[in-house]
């Protein structure tokens, strides 16, 4: 006798949703919870949340039925923000980590060089205005955050192995 797949509320959207629903299990869905997300919580296994549907709204402290039935919550960040705090009590919780880090590792690669070398400020605008600099290696350069120094060519050396 086949069992029921397992109950999830998701407020990723259609896409996602569909690539859920051709699990083996297979899943079966609630509407998508908008205004009192938390409130799924007596009626759902997983919950796959976004911070801007919703839950603006929790309230501080948790709820005394929190978390009900949920097994899981799946993230659509990379963090926390924009949800309440206890909303990692009691129910496993995956993120996001490391969807957007080459984004990331780009705008931060970007921003130093627009901080070190600010080519706009040296375009001449015509002749009399050329004038030669010399611009600073960033080698040369202390550079902040040792997380970053770590992270950043730690992706870009991943990424290079795969290409």
């Known amino acids: 006798m086949p ?10 959207g ?3 949703d569909r690539a859920l629903a051709a699990h083996p299990s297979p899943p079966r869905f609630l509407p998508p919870p908008t ?16 911070p801007e549907t919703g839950w603006a709204q929790a309230p501080a402290e948790r709820p005394a039925t929190w978390p009900g039935r949920l097994r899981s919550i799946q993230t659509a ?3 926390i923000d924009g949800f309440p705090g ?4 009691g129910v496993d919780m995956s993120c996001a980590r490391g969807v957007f ?29 050329w ?16 997380a970053w120094d770590r992270s950043v060519p730690r992706s870009r050396a991943a990424q ?3 290409t």
């Open 131 to 146: 004038n030669p600099k010399t611009l600073a290696p960033l080698r040369a350069r202390p550079r902040g955050s040792s």
């Open 77 to 79: 960040t990379a963090g």
């Open 35 to 50: 205004h009192h997300p938390w409130q799924v919580s007596n009626e759902a296994d997983f919950l796959f949340a976004h």
């Open 14 to 16: 259609a896409t996602l």
């Open 3 to 12: 069992t029921e797949g397992p109950l999830v509320a998701s407020q990723l």
């Open 160 to 162: 290079s192995a795969m």
């Open 86 to 89: 206890w909303l990692t009590q």
């Open 101 to 129: 880090s080459e984004q990331i590792a780009d705008y931060v690669m970007a921003a130093i060089y627009a901080f070190a070398k600010p080519f706009e400020t040296m375009a001449p605008q015509g002749p009399g205005d």
